[in-house]
T-cell receptor, first 113, second 117 residues
Framework: QKEVEQNSGPLSVPEGAIASLNCTYS??????FFWYRQYSGKSPELIMS??SNGDKEDGRFTAQLNKASQYVSLLIRDSQPSDSATYLC?????????????WGLGTSLGVNP | KAGVTQTPRYLIKTRGQQVTLSCSPI?????VSWYQQTPGQGLQFLFE???????NKGNFPGRFSGRQFSNSRSEMNVSTLELGDSALYLC????????????????FGPGTRLTVL
């Protein structure tokens, strides 16, 4: 059973701090990784995708991928109250003809003014 | 470019009834996936359609079915509703199936909130 695990939280950080969200996955051959943000009562929206080991930066967001250790993380710099949301990690396994995204349950983040 | 649209946004049904939900993907997107989201289970994959064919299916009973039309619009049907079917149903579209070749990003619609009484 391919799995994706995230700490459910809630993770609470003060405004301006760095929020660090982690995601581990069980399928070692996974190649594609996605971070989505979901505000309460809304649908998930893509923050970023990452496919190669290392860091990928987009504005205040940085995704970090370590395939050897089978984890992907999301760093949010200068956290704002508007970043308060649930962050979903999704992983695309590598094997099989009809691959589908495997989703974590999400980490709830609260940024305190 | 318009995003993914879903109708209706809210539905209230009673046990035993059936329901049909509709999804229109982003223009040019030919793949549509459906998910059920509940607080305890997170995002659960229902099925994916591409070119009017079901390409992938999750672990849901046969009461859940779907189809895709030639214009890529998709419908999802749930028959004989149960209380446990109360959830947010999300549709996501991508250019081609998520699992085909080069990774493809899914974009979600606003969802349909189904309440079964």
């Amino acid at each position: 059973q391919k799995e994706v695990e995230q700490n459910s939280g809630p993770l609470s950080v003060p405004e301006g701090a760095i929020a660090s969200l982690n995601c581990t996955y069980s399928d070692r051959g996974s190649q594609s990784f996605f971070w989505y943000r979901q505000y309460s009562g809304k649908s998930p929206e893509l923050i970023m995708s990452i496919y190669s080991n290392g860091d990928k930066e987009d504005g205040r967001f940085t995704a970090q991928l370590n395939k050897a250790s089978q984890y992907v993380s999301l760093l949010i710099r200068d956290s704002q109250p508007s970043d308060s949301a649930t962050y979903l990690c999704a992983v695309l396994p590598n094997a099989g003809n009809n691959r589908k995204l495997i989703w974590g349950l999400g980490t709830s983040l609260g940024v305190n003014p | 470019k318009a995003g993914v649209t879903q109708t209706p946004r809210y539905l209230i049904k009673t046990r035993g009834q059936q329901v049909t939900l509709s999804c229109s993907p982003i223009s040019g997107h030919r793949s549509v996936s459906w998910y059920q989201q509940t607080p305890g289970q997170g995002l659960q994959f229902l099925f994916e359609y591409f070119s009017e064919t079901q390409r992938n299916k999750g672990n849901f009973p046969g009461r859940f079915s779907g189809r895709q039309f030639s214009n890529s619009r998709s419908e999802m049907n749930v028959s004989t509703l149960e209380l446990g079917d109360s959830a947010l149903y999300l549709c996501a579209s991508s250019l081609v199936p998520v699992g085909s070749g080069t990774p493809r990003t899914q974009y979600f619609g606003p969802g349909t909130r189904l309440t079964v009484l």
